[in-house]
């Protein structure tokens, strides 16, 4: 089974950094065999009372390619130019 990673954005802090973030985004997950299901959007909340910025849906062959995109010391400066870009929680589900 694949594993799914949900960012949940909570905010803008530079759109113009996560801008440059996205134009490198897609070549850094698929390093790790990973993909963008759906791309940043404001999501429609069907229960609860969470109302974050927008949502983006990844997904990876597994787990440990997820946390190998994560913790790749070669996208390190990737995965800071995100969060300088926006406040983002990253989750990740499956095997």
């Known amino acids: 089974m694949a594993c799914i ?8 802090k530079d759109e113009a950094v996560f801008a440059e973030y996205r ?16 791309p940043p959007s404001p999501p429609t909340v069907l229960d609860g009372e969470d109302t974050p910025a927008a ?16 913790n790749d010391p070669e996208l390190a400066s990737i995965h800071e ?3 300088n870009g926006v406040h983002m929680d990253i989750l990740a589900v499956g095997s």
Do not use: Q, Y
């Open 81 to 83: 130019m995100r969060n």
């Open 23 to 38: 134009a490198v985004a897609g070549e850094a997950l698929a390093k790790h065999g990973g993909s963008i299901v759906v």
């Open 55 to 70: 949502v983006v849906v990844l997904e990876f062959p597994d787990t440990a390619s997820a946390e190998a995109w994560r």
């Open 5 to 12: 990673a949900v960012g949940i954005i909570r905010g803008m």
